[in-house]
């Protein structure tokens, strides 16, 4: 019985062992816990003062000042490519401007340059469309200027008759150029004459191929219209088209009226 008293702590010894013990624990609950760390907590209010008073501290405040300052810097880009993309359109329409009257006062001046040019042709043709230039016609060797004139005149009237057109009348003739020191017995000064009649005239060149049949010094003479310049420059390539056809044995080609005509007994 003794035994199990013991083991209980029914006894004694065994009750002021747990009288000691509870004092003890009520001590510990009494002792400050200074060993144990507590958590560093705030309250909401307290991050936001924290935040308002150190902004850069905050990452979303850094993301919108980011934000903001590249849209500050879109927009002053944006506004300067507005600002070079006006100044290039004003230069380019300006230097447009510019080289369009240079243009166009190229093209008028040309222009002007054209007409002038065709008016004053339309001009020296009208004036030269009653003369005819006779070649080969030999010089007089008479010393006195009117006696080798006469003799000049008779020799037209009978080149005219030679091609067999009737009542031309010649309003005026000279020789062209200087006198030649030999008295133009190698090469004779082209006559200029002047018919009355323009279509007297046409006749006259039309009937000048029969020249190459009379019997006399006539045969040697040629006839050409008095050509302007410009004329005598399309001439010059026609006579040259026509030597290279004669010399390709292309028959029956002759220049006429500033035109290389073939005469139709070789069309075929």
């Avoid at 030999?182 to 090469?187: A, I, M, P």
């Amino acid at each position: 019985m003794a035994g199990r008293g013991n083991r209980g702590g029914g006894g004694p010894g065994g009750g002021q062992q747990q009288s000691r013990g509870s004092e003890e624990r009520e001590n510990d609950t009494s002792r400050p816990a200074s060993s144990v760390s507590e958590p560093d907590i705030h309250s909401d209010s307290d991050q936001e003062e924290a935040l308002l008073s150190n902004p850069a501290d905050c990452g979303t405040c850094k993301k919108k000042a980011m934000t903001d300052e590249n849209k500050k810097m879109r927009s002053e880009l944006e506004e300067w490519q507005a600002k070079c993309t006006a100044f290039k359109t004003e230069i380019v329409e300006e230097t447009t401007d510019k080289v369009l009257d240079v243009v166009r006062d190229t093209v008028i001046s040309q222009i002007q340059g054209i007409v002038k040019e065709e008016m004053n042709e339309k001009e020296e043709r009208e004036k030269r469309q009653g003369n005819l230039i006779l070649f080969n016609v030999v010089e007089s060797q008479e010393e006195e200027a009117q006696i080798a004139k006469e003799r000049d005149e008779e020799k037209c009237k009978e080149i005219i008759r030679s091609t067999q057109t009737n009542n031309v009348k010649i309003v005026e003739f000279k020789r062209l150029g200087k006198p030649n020191a030999d008295n133009g017995r190698n090469k004779p000064r082209p006559i200029l004459i002047e018919i009355e009649s323009f279509e007297k005239k046409k006749e006259i060149l039309k009937n000048a191929r029969n020249l190459k049949f009379a019997k006399d010094w006539t045969r040697e003479v040629g006839i050409m219209k008095d050509m302007t310049p410009r004329e005598r420059t399309q001439h010059k390539e026609l006579m040259k088209k026509l030597f290279e056809k004669r010399g390709n044995g292309e028959l029956g080609y002759y220049v006429y009226d500033g035109k290389l005509l073939r005469n139709k007994a070789y069309a075929n």
